[in-house]
């Protein structure tokens, strides 16, 4: 069965909404954010002002929302990682079956964050990463959580990290994130880009994806930009 948070969603959304209008409870829980140690490896020192990441963590709204909130993100594009371009269309992706997951290319300037602290956060409150092919009220393999390295370093790092992470057992089960290098990463449709900062009081995203910028606040709060830095300004391809 096709699952299409853009058709699905918006409904179960609204009709939470009403029922907390009505006093009962709202099923959809809100992404919980949790204080993880950093990384024992990192990337070395670089003389260069820019980098690429792409994470994929759930819905990419979210994952854009906090990435662009943390000082040293240059830009963060919500898009489609896995799979090839013919397919990279959210009503294709929708149906689960193309390899893409919704992913969110992440340019940052690594002498102002590095790319491990990037993860930290993309671990800690991005996505709960022990949730095979789905988060939260969001289910596919277009909603898993993955990593895609930009380099082998990159690969290196988060594979290190994840072993670290694991190893101490900081989660209440072992993570589920892949680690999926040399795939294409292709931007998603101008409407979902910015999502989070254009609907502030859309359900999904009260629900879902502001208590992420919060945790972001609160755990990061050396990190944390109150202003984000937004695809509308940064452009695209930057």
């Known amino acids: 069965m096709r699952n299409n948070r853009k058709l699905s969603h918006p409904l179960t959304a609204f009709a939470g909404a009403a029922l907390v209008l009505a006093g009962l409870t709202f099923s959809a829980t809100a992404e919980e954010g949790i204080a993880i140690p950093a990384p024992a490896v990192d990337q070395a020192a670089s003389t260069a002002t820019t980098e690429t990441a792409i994470f994929a963590g759930g819905c990419f709204w979210g994952v854009q929302g906090v990435f662009q909130h943390v000082e040293g993100v240059k830009n963060a594009v919500s898009g489609y990682a896995g799979g090839v371009k013919e397919t990279a269309a959210y009503e294709t992706v929708g149906y689960g ?43 596919g393999t277009q909603y898993r959580s993955t990593i895609f390295p930009t380099s082998e370093e990159q690969a290196k790092v988060a594979k290190a990290y994840i072993d670290q992470l694991n190893k101490a057992k900081v989660f209440h089960a072992a993570i589920a994130t892949t680690i999926e290098p040399g795939k294409a990463f292709y ?24 208590p992420k910028i919060e945790n972001l606040r609160k755990l990061f709060a050396s990190d944390y930009r109150d202003k984000p830095v937004l695809v509308a300004q940064a452009g695209i391809g930057n």
């Open 187 to 210: 931007p998603a449709e101008a409407y979902h880009q910015d999502f989070l900062t254009q609907n502030p009081t859309y359900p999904y995203i009260v629900y879902n994806d502001l």
């Open 97 to 139: 079956k193309t390899g893409h997951a919704e992913s969110v290319r992440v340019t940052f300037d690594p002498k102002k964050v590095t790319y491990g602290h990037l993860l930290q956060i993309y671990f800690s409150v991005a996505h709960d990463p022990t949730q095979l092919n789905r988060q939260g009220p969001d289910v």
